[in-house]
Structures are given as structure tokens and as C-alpha cells.
């Protein structure tokens, strides 16, 4: 039996792939390469050991998908990292967002029913919780006072498939609702690799203390917060890939059901700890100005993680300075190379 990852070779289908292999779980990735590079299909296999099918096709069109299906009956679940996922950009290009996470998650999940395949993994986001939560997030709060175009696809997609378990109990559905993953992989082999220059923040400093971009700016430092930047809860990469193992575990043992989890650390820290804890464990400068807020942004977000922790048998291990640690051992492989 096999998993379908698409988007597996972007930076968090990556990471789930390598513990998807290292389980032996056989993988199927589709992947566009539109936010991610073809080189990763291969650290993937120098990383593991292990082989994989790969299709080089967009997630949301329809012949494609029904071809992935038809040559491969094994496929008995499907992991969706595929779809944009910067908060900023979403704010400048509400459309592509819409189309790419809406109506390609809606091409998957008609493929899937079409098939008889009802294990299903989404990727969802801690943004879901908007800014009317009180914090830490807990799974059963209220969402959807979403402050931007990317955390509203995600409102929507946990929405169609509550609606869809509603008509059809025997789906067996995860949303696991991420919150801030940062690190690479130990090996240095594969990391984050944003298209352009970075949206999110651990991309951007990596870049700033390899010299490649000139300065960091920080967004904002008049929030509520202990030192007025945003504060966010980081976790391991590793650590998230981890935790869909964990509830690929949970689908195969409860065959149907649909289920929410948080995946974080429980804390948070704020953008200035973040440069300085970078500083600190790498040695390099960082160097930063303070500037307007960023639309969409909250001020702080981290997760109650007491339900992953339960149901999942889940938690996340690496702390900040492995994070940073890793982070950085990435960019200065990839400059090596
Ligand atoms: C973090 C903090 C910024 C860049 C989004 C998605 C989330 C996840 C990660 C998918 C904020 C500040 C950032 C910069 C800065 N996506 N910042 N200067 O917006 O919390 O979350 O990305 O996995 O689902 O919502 O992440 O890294 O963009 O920002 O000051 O150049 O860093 O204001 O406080 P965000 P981020």
C-alpha cells in the first residue's frame, strides 16, 4: 500500500517524506516544482536510501490525477502539502491563492472519492485561528476571523471537509494545523528553499547572514509583546514531519473519523529572540531595522498542544537552538556545493 504526497518536494513535503521512508511507508510524489527544486528528489533518496515514484504534474489537474490513480491502485491515502503559503503574498494575490489551495485541494478530493481513497492528511495552518482566539490555540475554538487570502483557503478547505466526513462518514481525515516550522534536516541536505526573496522570517535572516541579502526588516515592534516584534511558535521541521507519521498512525488504526490537531511547541518567541538566538548559536550577524507592520500580521500566535500530545502519542523535541542550528547548516551546505 502506498501514500500520495503532493507538493513532496517543497520544504515540508520533504521533511515528511524522509519519516514517511524512514517508516517504511511507500511514497508517491506529485509535485510541480513551482515552489520547490528537482535536485530534492535525490537528497531525498541520498538521505533515506530509498526509492519513490515521482510525477511532475500540478496537483489541480484533473487528467493528470486520474492517471496517478489509475497506474498506481495501490495508493490507499493522500498527504496534501501542494498549494501558496505566504501570508504577505496572499494579501497581493488573493486569485492564484483561491485557485491553487481551493480548487486543486477540490480536483484531489474528487479524485480521491472517485477512487475510493479516503485517508486523507491536509495541511492546515495555525493562521485559521485569526485574531479573535485567545492564545494558546486550542483545536475547538472559532475560526475564520482570518486576516488574509492564505489563512481564509485554509478556513475553507477544514471546512469542506467537515462537510464532506458530514455526508460521508467513512472518510478518515487529519487537519493538522501547523504553526511556525523553521530548520532543515540534520544531514544538510535539504531545507527551505523559497522561490525569490523569502516571505517568511528564518528564510530571510539565513540569507541576510550569508551576506546574500543586505538587512532584515523587522515588521513592527509596537505589538503587545515583551519587546514590541511578533511572536510566533517555531517548531522543528523535523519535528512536524514527524507528527503526520504520528497521525497517518491514528487514520490507520481508527479507519474513519475526522480529526484536528495542533502542531507546535506549546511557546512562542518573538522575532528579536529569534535573531539573537540565531546570532548566538551560528555566530553571525544579523543585521536588522525596525519597520511598518505587515499587513495580515498578528501579534502573537503559539499552540495548546495537550490534544496532539494525547491522541497523537506526539511532541515536539527540538528546541530553538536546534532550529537555528539547522537553519543555518543548510544554507552553508547549499553554498558549498
Ligand atoms: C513570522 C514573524 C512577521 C518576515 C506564515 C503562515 C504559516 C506558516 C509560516 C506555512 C511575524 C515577522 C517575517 C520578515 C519579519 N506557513 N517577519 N520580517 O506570517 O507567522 O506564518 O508562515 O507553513 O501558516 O501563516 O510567518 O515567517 O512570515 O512571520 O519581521 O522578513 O516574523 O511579522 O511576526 P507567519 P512569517
Redesign the pocket.
Known amino acids: 500500500m502506498s501514500i500520495l504526497v503532493t507538493g513532496g518536494a517543497g520544504y515540508?513535503g520533504s521533511h515528511t517524506v524522509v519519516e514517511l521512508l524512514n517508516n517504511n511507508v511507500e511514497v508517491i510524489i506529485i509535485d510541480d516544482f513551482s515552489n520547490s527544486k528537482p535536485e530534492v528528489l535525490e537528497k531525498i533518496k541520498q538521505i533515506t536510501k530509498k526509492d519513490f515514484k515521482f510525477y511532475r504534474m500540478d496537483y489541480g489537474n484533473a487528467e493528470e490525477l486520474k492517471k496517478v490513480f489509475e497506474e498506481n491502485p495501490s495508493i490507499e491515502g493522500v498527504m496534501n502539502f501542494a498549494g501558496y503559503?505566504?501570508?504577505?503574498e496572499s494579501v497581493q494575490k488573493p486569485l492564484e491563492y483561491y485557485t491553487n489551495n481551493i480548487s486543486g485541494t477540490l480536483t484531489l478530493l474528487n479524485t480521491m472519492k472517485k477512487y475510493n481513497v479516503k485517508k486523507f492528511v491536509f495541511s492546515s495552518?495555525?493562521?485559521v485561528y485569526g485574531e479573535e482566539n485567545d492564545i494558546p490555540y486550542v483545536e475547538t475554538m472559532k475560526t475564520g476571523s482570518t486576516t488574509n487570502p492564505?489563512?481564509t483557503t485554509k478556513v475553507f478547505i477544514e471546512r469542506i471537509l467537515q462537510d464532506l466526513y458530514k455526508s460521508d462518514t467513512t472518510w478518515n481525515i487529519a487537519i493538522l494545523r501547523?504553526f511556525?516550522?523553521i530548520g532543515a534536516h540534520e544531514s544538510g541536505l535539504i531545507g527551505e528553499e523559497p522561490q525569490g526573496i523569502?516571505?517568511?522570517?528564518?528564510p530571510?535572516i539565513v540569507r541576510v547572514a550569508s551576506g546574500e541579502l543586505k538587512e532584515?526588516?523587522?515588521?513592527?515592534n509596537d505589538y503587545p509583546t515583551p519587546d514590541g516584534?511578533?511572536v510566533?511558535d517555531y517548531l522543528h521541521v523535523v519535528d512536524l514531519a514527524k507528527g503526520h507519521v504520528k497521525a497517518l498512525e491514528k487514520l490507520n488504526k481508527d479507519q474513519q473519523g475526522l480529526h484536528i490537531y495542533n502542531l507546535g511547541t506549546g511557546r512562542g518567541y518573538s522575532?528579536l529572540e529569534i535573531v539573537h538566538t540565531f546570532e548566538k548559536v551560528t555566530g553571525k550577524k544579523v543585521q536588522y531595522k525596525i519597520v511598518d507592520r505587515?499587513e495580515g500580521?498578528i501579534a502573537i500566535?503559539y499552540a495548546d498542544t495537550k490534544k496532539s500530545h494525547e491522541e497523537l502519542g506526539w511532541i515536539a523535541e527540538k528546541n530553538l537552538e536546534d532550529m537555528c542550528k539547522d537553519s543555518w547548516n543548510y544554507i552553508e551546505k547549499s553554498q558549498k556545493k
Not at 523569502?198 to 528564518?202: A, G, H, Q, R, V
Not at 532584515?216 to 513592527?220: M, W
Open positions: 515540508i503559503k505566504a501570508v504577505g495552518s495555525a493562521t492564505y489563512g501547523y511556525n516550522p523569502p516571505n517568511n522570517l528564518m530571510y532584515l526588516s523587522v515588521f513592527g516584534t511578533g510566533r522575532v505587515r500580521d500566535a
